[in-house]
């Protein structure tokens, strides 16, 4: 068995219940951040544009979807002419058209106002970060 003559070894003690000395003070370092790729800043952004996918998807296939089932199961409807003699299916065909129009501009506005705030937030904060890496 060997001696540790540190004065943390229970040896240096002049009674088995007494209290260790103290740590050394040591300098606090300016507190660790969790790596960027755990951020939580990262998961928001994960699901603002997975809402914004969602979104704009749903929007132009789900009216695509509702104009093949009116074509499949309500032919009549499809057939009977709307406006001067136009059928019906031929209007809500044409009208894929600025459906997908509203999609892109959905998904461009969602962009705008959630995505791309949350991706330059972290883009900064990645730069402040290999910044300070920089300077260690």
Do not use: C
């Amino acid at each position: 068995m060997s001696y540790d003559p540190s004065p943390h070894h229970p040896a240096h003690l002049t009674y088995p219940w007494q209290p260790p000395p103290p740590e050394p003070h040591r300098p606090r370092s300016a507190p660790q951040r969790a790596p960027l790729g755990h951020h939580s800043d990262l998961r928001i952004l994960r699901s603002a544009y997975r809402w914004q996918r969602r979104t704009a998807t749903l929007t132009a296939l789900g009216y695509f979807t509702l104009f093949l089932l009116l074509s499949a199961f309500a032919p009549d409807l499809m057939t009977t002419p709307a406006t001067d003699g136009i059928p019906t299916g031929l209007l809500l065909a044409l009208a894929q058209l600025p459906v997908t129009w509203l999609a892109i501009a959905l998904y461009e506005h969602t962009a705008r106002r959630r995505v791309d705030p949350l991706a330059d937030r972290i883009r900064k904060q990645a730069e402040l970060d290999a910044k300070r890496g920089a300077a260690r």
